[in-house]
């Protein structure tokens, strides 16, 4: 069994594309239109079979409160990998990425946190 795809809830899917595609440097894979709504999902541009993320609409009266407790808490809702933590950060900051959380070290492993632009905070991770 693997997972096929995970999904972050977006405010506004059109600026969630955006964002994860020219700030984050994913590329979209599918965009079906569903009433309203779509069926986004963005891939990473290293690996065109790796898991989709869906960028769901948070329309559902449950979603706002969800992400609002986890921004307030600090809690990342989704961890993406990175080779170069320092590189990344400094890339993303120039593309004027917002980060709440700097490049961090515990024992062998690096995070940072960014928010983003469509509520959510994101974990990048550096793995020895």
């Not at 993303?92 to 980060?99: A, D, I, K, Q, S």
Request: a negative charge.
């Amino acid at each position: 069994m693997k997972i096929y795809i995970t999904s972050v809830f977006v405010d506004d899917q059109q600026k969630a594309l955006e964002f994860y595609t020219e700030k984050l440097g994913f590329e979209k894979k599918n965009d079906v239109p569903l009433g309203e709504s779509r069926w986004l999902t963005v891939i990473s541009k290293e690996d065109e079979n790796s898991i989709e993320l869906l960028l769901e609409p948070s329309s559902h009266p449950a979603v706002s409160p969800f992400k609002k407790a986890l921004s307030a808490d600090g809690i990342p809702a989704a961890s993406f990998s990175v080779e170069d933590l320092d590189k990344e950060h400094q890339r993303l900051e120039t593309l004027g990425v917002n980060f709440v959380q700097a490049p961090s070290s515990f024992g062998d492993v690096k995070l940072a946190v960014f928010d983003d632009t469509c509520g959510n905070l994101i974990q990048l991770v550096q793995l020895p």
